[in-house]
Nanobody, 124 residues
């Protein structure tokens, strides 16, 4: 089974930046789309960003577009989420996920593997 481990979360002030990393095990990473989702307090898990197999296509939720950037390094089996201009409403547990196919999927049902999450807290 694929194992995903997120890192890089923490406490930052509004307007600050943070970069999350997701390290994946196995040899299937380079053939799969990858995504980031988040779950805020008392909320359901929501889509944040996704990237296709080779990184040619990226998709973002409207709430993070222009502030967050997803990228990947297939040689390192790692996907990143660069978060800039952070807002208190970005506070959530952020989850890395590996998709069933190669595209940049935006729905949770298209992902087979999930990390355990990393906490991001943005203070005002």
């Amino acid at each position: 089974q694929v194992q995903l481990v997120e890192s890089g979360g923490g406490l930052v002030q509004a307007g600050g930046s943070l970069r999350l990393s997701c390290a994946a095990s196995g040899r299937t990473f380079s053939s799969s789309g990858m995504g980031w989702f988040r779950r805020g307090p008392g909320k359901e898990r929501e889509f944040v960003a996704a990237i296709s197999r080779f990184g040619y296509t990226s998709r973002y939720s409207d709430s993070v577009k222009g502030r967050f950037t997803i990228s990947r390094d297939n040689a390192k089996n790692t996907v990143y989420l660069q978060m800039n201009s952070l807002k208190p409403e970005d506070t959530a547990v952020y989850y890395c996920a590996q998709a069933r196919q190669a595209s940049a999927a935006i729905t949770t049902t298209e992902y087979d593997y999930w990390g355990r999450g990393t906490q991001v807290t943005v203070s005002s």
